[in-house]
T-cell receptor, first 113, second 112 residues
Framework: GESVGLHLPTLSVQEGDNSIINCAYSNSASDYFIWYKQESGKGPQFIIDIRSNMDKRQGQRVTVLLNKTVKHLSLQIAATQPGDSAVYFCAENMNSGYSTLTFGKGTMLLVSP | KAGVTQTPRYLIKTRGQQVTLSCSPISGHRSVSWYQQTPGQGLQFLFEYFSETQRNKGNFPGRFSGRQFSNSRSEMNVSTLELGDSALYLC???????????FGSGTRLTVV
């Protein structure tokens, strides 16, 4: 599922599967990237971040991969659970000295039991 | 520690009115940013405050304004409300040191 245009792409998986959510970021000057999870009625929740001097970072059940050559970011969720169902956003921060995030359009992840 | 607190959670206003939204950041966080979220445009940056100074502003009309107080609490104001201002308004805070942006649950504004 890649976030493009105004449509909200949907990724449907079965419980226990691994999920991969993709994101194309916009600015080659961006030096910091964050993945957020947003559940209905809530604000975005921080999942994992990565700086531009890295190409991979792992957390608990999640891995973020960064490919600066093609300006691509991905979020891998291992052993996806129904509680992972939400909209996932990637966000980038340019090295501007300001705490300003530019968000992708989001991908909806639906996990079936 | 307590998270980012936004009040009120829901608001219904009439076109032409003005509205003020409040955000209390995590204790110790000096940077507060505001975002507008709509189904059509997604999450868009409004402005960022640090130590009571607006450091950056997004591409929104002058009807949208904000401020930050000495205790880092922030308010945003929208004057002369339009139907298109209906959105979820989100506040995020960070220390700026670790870029750990934490969002509040937002204020859902409906303009009728």
């Amino acid at each position: 599922g890649e976030s493009v245009g105004l449509h909200l792409p949907t990724l449907s998986v079965q419980e226990g599967d691994n999920s991969i959510i993709n994101c194309a970021y916009s600015n080659s000057a961006s030096d910091y990237f964050i993945w957020y999870k947003q559940e209905s009625g809530k604000g975005p929740q921080f999942i994992i971040d990565i700086r531009s001097n890295m190409d991979k970072r792992q957390g608990q059940r999640v891995t973020v991969l960064l490919n600066k050559t093609v300006k691509h970011l991905s979020l891998q969720i291992a052993a996806t659970q129904p509680g992972d169902s939400a909209v996932y956003f990637c966000a980038e921060n340019m090295n501007s000295g300001y705490s300003t995030l530019t968000f992708g359009k989001g991908t909806m992840l639906l996990v079936s039991p | 520690k307590a998270g980012v607190t936004q009040t009120p959670r829901y608001l219904i206003k009439t076109r032409g009115q003005q509205v003020t939204l409040s955000c209390s950041p995590i204790s110790g966080h000096r940077s507060v940013s505001w975002y507008q979220q709509t189904p059509g445009q997604g999450l868009q940056f409004l402005f960022e405050y640090f130590s009571e100074t607006q450091r950056n502003k997004g591409n929104f009309p002058g009807r949208f304004s904000g401020r930050q107080f000495s205790n880092s609490r922030s308010e945003m104001n929208v004057s002369t409300l339009e139907l298109g201002d209906s959105a979820l308004y989100l506040c995020a805070s960070s220390t700026k040191v670790d870029y750990g942006y934490t969002f509040g649950s937002g204020t859902r504004l409906t303009v009728v």
